[in-house]
C-alpha cells in the first residue's frame, strides 16, 4: 500500500432520521427495518469518498451457527462483528493448521510475537478456530484512538464541518458577485462575456442531453459529492464533523487502509539480528499465515441485504447497465483509488474510442462503394485482359491469370483508398488528444479524490526479498529507513545476473522470431501445394469436385493467409505462457528490493516480450514482405527458397487479415475465456469434486465465504493494463491497414469494463483499498506507443499500400489523369525463355506460354537495359521517401502543437484548487488565533471568518478572481482598491 502524504481519510455520518439505530448493513437484530441502496450509499463524500450508513451491533453469540446466506439475505445483512456486537471487524489474518509440526511451531511462535505487538499498538483481536478446520482466523479491530493517531500521522484529509464546507463558501461568493452585479448594473457586462457564456451553456446543454440516457438512475446511485478537506489533526478537532459515536467515524475502506498500514510494520520475531522480520507479507511469504484481506461488505446475490458490494454489482458489473456511464466514486468508495483510476481510465478509453469508431466505419463503408468501381479492381477482374502471371513457385507451380485474384483485389480496395491516409493521419491526432484530454481527466479525478498532493510512502522491503539474503552476511544501512538489510555487491552479485536475464529475455524474443519464419514457410508451401492441388485435380464429370477445385484456386492466397493467421494466433497464446512464466523467474532472480522496482521490471520484461510475440508478424507483414523478393529468373533465395510475394491486390490486404484475427481473436475470443469460462468452469469442478452439506454450508461465517474467493493478487491489474496497451497498439501502429479496428476494441471494451466489474465483485477477495494518483508507468508507455505510431503509419501507407503508386501514376504517367491502365503500368513483362533449367517450369504445356508478367517496376526484355528498374520505380521510390518525411514531420508538429495548446490541467480546476488551499489555511490560522486569545471558536465564529474572507475576493467581467481590500467601507469603495 502506498499511503501519502496528503490523504484523506473518510466521516461516516449516519442518515439523519427518527432511527438511526435502525440503519445497519451488519449482522444485528431481525427488528432492525430493511435497508435500500438509496441508504446504503448517500451522496456524503469523506475521505474513502461516500457515504457509510450506521452499523448499529448487538450481541450475536446466538447467532454463530446461523446459514450464512441467511444473514446475506436478512434486511441488517451479513455479521461484520467480534462476538461482542461491538467491535467491527477491518481486517482477517488468515492461517493453516497443517503442515510438518516443527514449522507449525515455529509459526505459532511468529504469530504470537506478531499479535503481541499488534495489541501493544492498541488494535483488539479476536480468534476463530473451529476444531476440525484446516484454515483458521483472526479477526483485527482498530479502535478509534488507533485510527486518530495514525490519520495524523499520515496526514490523512477529512471533511470539515458542514458550515466550513465549500459549498458554503461558493454560495457566499455567488452572493457577494450577486450583489456587485445589482451596484454596476447589467450595462457592464462586456459583450465577450455574454457570447462566450451563451456558447458554454448551449454546449453544456447539448452534452447533457446526448449523454442523459447513459447515465445512472441518481435516485437510485445517488452521485457523491466532493466536500471540503483539510488535514487531519486531533488538536482541532473542532474542525471536523465528528458524530456522537466516534466509532462511527471513518468508513470500512479508510479503516482497513490504516490497519494494513499497521500490519505491515510490525516485527515477528524478538531476535535484534532479525529486524528486518517485519510485515504481513513477509508473514505470508514465510507460510505464518495464508492471507490477509479484508472483508467484502455483504452478498452480491439478488435477495440479499441491500449494500455496497450488491449496489456495485446491481449498477455497474450488471449487463443491463453495460451501456451506462460508470459510477466511479461508488467504486472509488468501495475498492480504492487504484482500482477506480484503472475504470476511470478505461472508460475514458472507451470514450474516446467512439468517434474513432465512427469514422473508421465511414472509411470502410466508402471502401466497400467505392471497390465495385475501381479501374485497378475492375482491369485485374477483365478476362479479356488476359494477363498471364508468372509461376509462384518453381518447377512445379503453373502459370496463371491476373483475373483468378478478382475477388482478392476487390477485397484489397476496401481498406486500400485514398481515406486510409485521412484515417491514418485522424488517428494521429486521436492518439495525441486522447492522451493530452486522459490527463486532464485525470487532474480532476486527483482532485475530487484528493490525490493532488499524493506522496508515496517509502516502501519497505520485498519479503522474497529478504528470505532470499537470508543467508546473505554482508549488510548495508538503508540511506531513508536507516535499518540494514542485506546488501549485494552490484559487479560481483547482481550484474552477472541481470546479464543471464536480459540474454534470456533476447533468447525468448528470438523464439517469436523463429515463430514468424515457421509461418511464414507454412504460408509458401501451403500456396504451392494448392497451386498444385489445383493443377493436377483429374478431370471428372464431377460438379461438386470441379467447382471446389475452382474455389480454391481462385482463393487459394484467402485461404493460406487466414488459416496462416490463426496458427500464428496459437502461437502467440502458447509463447504467452512461457513468457509470463519466465518473465517472473528471471525478475525473481533479480532479487529487487522494493515491489515498485520488482513491478517497474516484470512490466519492462513483459511488455518487451508481448510487443515481440503479438506486432513480430505484423510488422514482417507490413514492411518486409514482398520487398527483396528478385524477379522472375532472378529470385532472391534465404535457405535455398524463394522469398513470400504479396498478391496481385497488394500486402494491405493481407495484414488486415493477420490484424484482425490476432486483434479479435486474442481479445474477444481468447482473454474473455481465460477470464469468465475458465474460472466457472474450475469453479463447476470443484463443486463435483468437493461437493457441500447443507449443514457446512450453514456453519460457514462471512469470513469463511471470502476466503473460498480467489486472492486479488497485485497483478491483477497489471495484466489488465497490459491487455489494453497491447490493443491500443493495435489501434494506432497499423491503423491505416484495419479502419474497423475501433470499432472491435470499442465493442471488446464494453465487454471488458463488465468482466472485469464481475471479477472483482463477485470472484476475488476485497483487495486492499489503495491509493495512487495516475496510472503510472503505462502513461509513458502510451505516449511512446503513440509517438512510433505516426512513424509506422506513414510507412504503411507509402510502402504497403498502392496509394503512393497510383499517386504518382496519375500525376505523371496516366494520359487523362485517371487510373485507367494502372495495373499494366505495374506489370513488368519476363520472357519464359530467360528462365534458367534450374528454375523453368517442367509441368506439361509449360513450354508453350513464352511470356508472363509479375508485379514491379521493370524494363521489359526487349529494352536496352532489360529487366532493370524502370524509371517509374525511382519516381515511386522518391515519392514514397518524400511522404514519409513530410507526413511524419507535420504530424509531429501539429500533435506537437495541440498538446501545447492542451493545458494538463483545466484553468477553472487550478483556480478551484489555490482557493482551498487559501481558504482552508485562513481559517485555521484564525480559527487557532482565537483559540490563543482564550476564546471559544463556535460555529457563529467560523461563519463570521469565512464571510470575512470571502468577501476579499470578487468576480471580474472574465470570470478572474480578484482581491479587494478588507477595510472597503462599500462595494463601490472596493472598486478602486482592487490589488
Not at 515477528?268 to 461488505?297: Q, R, V
Not at 483508398?417 to 491514418?424: D, G, I, L, M, S
Not at 520487398?627 to 522469398?643: C, I, S
Not at 479502419?739 to 471494451?749: D, E, Q, R, Y
Request: proline share 5%.
Amino acid at each position: 500500500m502506498a499511503e501519502d502524504k496528503g490523504e484523506k481519510i473518510p466521516m461516516l455520518e449516519s442518515k439523519e432520521s427518527d432511527a438511526n439505530d435502525s440503519l445497519n448493513v451488519t449482522a444485528d437484530t431481525a427488528e432492525d427495518s430493511p435497508l435500500t441502496s438509496n441508504e446504503v450509499m448517500q451522496s456524503q463524500t469523506n475521505g474513502g469518498g461516500k457515504q457509510v450508513s450506521a452499523d448499529t451491533p448487538k450481541n450475536v453469540e446466538e447467532e454463530e451457527e446461523e446459514d450464512a446466506d441467511v444473514q446475506d439475505k436478512r434486511p441488517s445483512g451479513r455479521n461484520m462483528f467480534f462476538k461482542d456486537g461491538k467491535k467491527r471487524i477491518d481486517y482477517i489474518l488468515a492461517w493453516s493448521t497443517e503442515g510438518k509440526p516443527e514449522k507449525l511451531a515455529h509459526s505459532q511462535e511468529a504469530r504470537a510475537v506478531f499479535e503481541e505487538n499488534l495489541e501493544q499498538e492498541g488494535l483488539k483481536l479476536e480468534k476463530d478456530e473451529k476444531e476440525g478446520e484446516e484454515v483458521h482466523f483472526l479477526k483485527v479491530h482498530a479502535p478509534y484512538e488507533v485510527l486518530t493517531r495514525y490519520a495524523e500521522i499520515l496526514k490523512v484529509r477529512m471533511p470539515v464541518k458542514k458550515s466550513l464546507d465549500l459549498d458554503k463558501i461558493q454560495q457566499k461568493y455567488a452572493k457577494l458577485e450577486l450583489k456587485y452585479k445589482c451596484i454596476q448594473g447589467p450595462d457592464l457586462d462586456t459583450p465577450i462575456k455574454a457570447v462566450s457564456t451563451r456558447l458554454w451553456d448551449t454546449m453544456t446543454n447539448i452534452t447533457k442531453k446526448v449523454f442523459t440516457p447513459f447515465q445512472l438512475d441518481e435516485e437510485v446511485v445517488k452521485p457523491i459529492k466532493r466536500r471540503f478537506n483539510v488535514a487531519y489533526s486531533r488538536d482541532k478537532e473542532y474542525l471536523f464533523d465528528i458524530p456522537d459515536d466516534r466509532e462511527k467515524y471513518f468508513d470500512h475502506a479508510t479503516r482497513s487502509r490504516i490497519v494494513n498500514f499497521i500490519l505491515r510494520r510490525k516485527s515477528f520475531s524478538k531476535a535484534k539480528e532479525k529486524a528486518y522480520s517485519f510485515g504481513i507479507n513477509k508473514m505470508i511469504a514465510d507460510g505464518h499465515y495464508t492471507d490477509a484481506f479484508p472483508l467484502h461488505e455483504g452478498h452480491w446475490k439478488p435477495g440479499s441485504a441491500d449494500n455496497d458490494r450488491k449496489l456495485l454489482f446491481d449498477y455497474w458489473a450488471n449487463w443491463r447497465n453495460c451501456f451506462k456511464i460508470q459510477p466511479l466514486d461508488h467504486v472509488r468508495a468501495y475498492f480504492g483509488e487504484k482500482i477506480a483510476i484503472y475504470f476511470a481510465w478505461l472508460g475514458f478509453y472507451m470514450q474516446m474510442l467512439i468517434p474513432a469508431s465512427i469514422i473508421g466505419l465511414i472509411v470502410f463503408i466508402y471502401g466497400c462503394v467505392i471497390s465495385g468501381n475501381s479501374y485497378p479492381a475492375n482491369e485485374v477482374c477483365d478476362k479479356s485482359k488476359n494477363f498471364t502471371m508468372c509461376p509462384l513457385c518453381d518447377f512445379q507451380c503453373p502459370y496463371w491469370k491476373l483475373s483468378a485474384a478478382c475477388s482478392h483485389a476487390r477485397a484489397s480496395r476496401i481498406f486500400d483508398n485514398n481515406a486510409t491516409v485521412f484515417f491514418a493521419i485522424f488517428m494521429s491526432f486521436w492518439g495525441t488528444l486522447f492522451l493530452e484530454f486522459w490527463k486532464r481527466k485525470e487532474a480532476a479525478l486527483q482532485f475530487k479524490w484528493d490525490l493532488t498532493d499524493f506522496v508515496t510512502e517509502e516502501q519497505p522491503p520485498r519479503p522474497e526479498f529478504l528470505a532470499k539474503l537470508e543467508h546473505i552476511t554482508t549488510y548495508k544501512e538503508h540511506p531513508i529507513t536507516g535499518i540494514k538489510e542485506p546488501h549485494l555487491p552490484f559487479w560481483r552479485r547482481r550484474f552477472p545476473i541481470y546479464l543471464m536475464s536480459w540474454t534470456a529475455m533476447l533468447f525468448l524474443a528470438f523464439l517469436a522470431i523463429v515463430a514468424v519464419v515457421g509461418v511464414i514457410a507454412y504460408r509458401i508451401s501451403t500456396l504451392a501445394a494448392l497451386q498444385v492441388l489445383t493443377r493436377n485435380t483429374p478431370v471428372t464429370n464431377s460438379t461438386f469436385i470441379a467447382s471446389t477445385a475452382e474455389v480454391i484456386y481462385q482463393n487459394a492466397s484467402l485461404v493460406t493467409t487466414v488459416t496462416a493467421a490463426c496458427i500464428n494466433l496459437l502461437i502467440i497464446v502458447i509463447l504467452n505462457i512461457i513468457y509470463n512464466r519466465l518473465a517472473f523467474w528471471l525478475t525473481d532472480m533479480e532479487c529487487l528490493r522494493t515491489q515498485k522496482e520488482y513491478d517497474d521490471s516484470i512490466t519492462l520484461k513483459l511488455f518487451s516480450l508481448q510487443f515481440v510475440n503479438y506486432y513480430s508478424s505484423i510488422i514482417y507483414i507490413a514492411f518486409f514482405k514482398g520487398r527483396m523478393v528478385g524477379r522472375p529468373g532472378k529470385y532472391a533465395t534465404l535457405f535455398g527458397g524463394r522469398q513470400e510475394e504479396c498478391e496481385a491486390g497488394g500486402c494491405l490486404i493481407e495484414l488486415c487479415i493477420q490484424l484482425a484475427i490476432i486483434m479479435t481473436g486474442k481479445q474477444l475470443i481468447v482473454n474473455n475465456i481465460v477470464e469468465i469460462l475458465i474460472p466457472k468452469i474450475i469453479k463447476w469442478i470443484k463443486r463435483k469434486i468437493w461437493p457441500e452439506t447443507k449443514e457446512q454450508k450453514m456453519s460457514r461465517s462471512p469470513w469463511e465465504k471470502d476466503y473460498r474467493l480467489q486472492p486479488a493478487e497485485t497483478t491483477s491489474l497489471f495484466y489488465e493494463y497490459l491487455e489494453m496497451i497491447l490493443q491500443f497498439g493495435f489501434l494506432t501502429l497499423f491503423v491505416a491497414a484495419f479502419p474497423l479496428g475501433p470499432l472491435f476494441a470499442l465493442i471488446n471494451n464494453i465487454l471488458e469494463i463488465r468482466f472485469d466489474a464481475v471479477k472483482f465483485t463477485t470472484q476475488l477477495r476485497r483487495p486492499m483499498a489503495e491509493r495512487v494518483p495516475d496510472i503510472g508507468v503505462w502513461y509513458s508507455v502510451l505516449y511512446g506507443i503513440s509517438r512510433i505510431a505516426i512513424i509506422s503509419n506513414a510507412f504503411i501507407i507509402a510502402l504497403t499500400s498502392d496509394f503512393i503508386p497510383r499517386l504518382v501514376y496519375t500525376m505523371a504517367y496516366s494520359p487523362d489523369g485517371t487510373l485507367k491502365g494502372y495495373v499494366n503500368q505495374t506489370l513488368a513483362v519476363f520472357n519464359t525463355s530467360d528462365f534458367d533449367e534450374a528454375h523453368r517450369p517442367v509441368f506439361e504445356g509449360s513450354d508453350i506460354v513464352e511470356s508472363c508478367r509479375y508485379r514491379d517496376f521493370r524494363n521489359p526484355p526487349d529494352s536496352d537495359d532489360p529487366y532493370e528498374y524502370s524509371q517509374m520505380y525511382w519516381h515511386v521510390l522518391a515519392a514514397r521517401f518524400a511522404f514519409v518525411v513530410v507526413f511524419e514531420n507535420v504530424i509531429v508538429v501539429i500533435t506537437g502543437l495541440i498538446a501545447w495548446l492542451i493545458p494538463d490541467v483545466p484553468a477553472k480546476l487550478k483556480l478551484h484548487i489555490r482557493r482551498e488551499a487559501y481558504m482552508s489555511n485562513e481559517i485555521i490560522i484564525k480559527t487557532e488565533l482565537l483559540r490563543a486569545k482564550g476564546e471559544t471558536v463556535g460555529e457563529e465564529d467560523i461563519e463570521k471568518i469565512i464571510e470575512d474572507e470571502s468577501q476579499r475576493y470578487k468576480t471580474n467581467d472574465f470570470g478572474s478572481m480578484e482581491l479587494v481590500h478588507r477595510k472597503s467601507a462599500s462595494p463601490e469603495a472596493a472598486e478602486n482598491n482592487v490589488v
